[in-house]
């Protein structure tokens, strides 16, 4: 199985509101990543877990919360969320080691309103 | 620091000719240099790695790069461009430390 699953695939939430989006992968891979995308531009680098310790944090505004319940699962726990954070979140992860790739699920489309 | 540029927001290409997409990078010490696509509305998929060895390295779909250290250049080739094809392409490189910086990205259209 080398599929990342992301739940849900879209998300409406006002500005008060609290959600979370999950990922899940099933390849054994010990690093997992969030990354926030904006239309036609790059993924920008939110979070690395690795071996289910949060190993980066790109300075990520604490309206974001990311949780690894295990080494399958990778939560995002959003609150208070603004309307500048619209945008495609995707997940990933990877065997790790600098030369391996990194896979990708299809991602979460998050509009706040 | 670790850097990769696509210096073209968009390729055009006829269908069944060849294509390149361009990629520069600027890298201290060994480069791990990555493609990914990534179709409308979805995640990104991993095409090719380059981290040592053979300068020209195939991968899925029947994409190549070819890896140049004197004008520190990876670019994306395809012999023969289909219209399935057309999608964005990003560049990357491993920073190291799980950190991957990826390149502001290159739309390729194939026209039928």
């Known amino acids: 199985d080398t599929e990342v699953t992301q739940t849900p695939k879209h998300l409406v939430m006002g500005m008060t509101n609290k959600k979370s989006l999950k990922c899940e992968q099933h390849m054994g891979h010990r690093a997992m990543y969030w990354y926030k995308q904006k239309a036609k531009k790059p993924p920008e680098l939110m979070f690395v877990y690795s071996y289910e310790k949060l190993s980066i944090n790109e300075s990520v505004p604490s309206r974001f919360s990311p949780e690894c319940p295990n080494s399958s699962l990778l939560n995002l726990h959003l609150h208070a969320l603004q309307p500048e954070d619209s945008a495609l979140y995707l997940c990933?992860?990877?065997?790790?080691?600098?030369?391996?790739?990194?896979?990708f699920g299809p991602g979460t489309r998050l509009t706040v309103l | 620091a670790q850097s990769v540029a696509q210096p073209e927001d968009q390729v055009n290409v006829a269908e069944g000719n060849p294509l390149t997409v361009k990629c520069t990078y600027s890298?201290?010490?060994?480069?791990?240099l990555f493609w990914y696509v990534q179709y409308p509305n979805r995640g990104l998929q991993f095409l090719l790695k380059?981290?040592?060895?053979?300068?020209l390295v195939k991968g899925s779909y029947g994409f190549e790069a070819e890896f140049n250290k004197s004008q520190t250049s990876f670019h994306l080739k395809k012999p023969s461009a289909l219209v399935s094809d057309s999608a964005l392409y990003f560049c990357?490189?491993?920073?190291?430390?799980?950190?991957?910086?990826f390149g502001t990205g290159t739309k390729l259209q194939v026209i039928p």
């Open positions: 990357a490189v491993n920073r190291g430390y799980q950190k991957v910086t």
């Open positions: 890298v201290s010490g060994n480069p791990y």
């Open positions: 380059y981290i040592t060895g053979d300068n």
């Open positions: 990933a992860s990877s065997r790790g080691g600098r030369d391996n790739e990194q896979f």
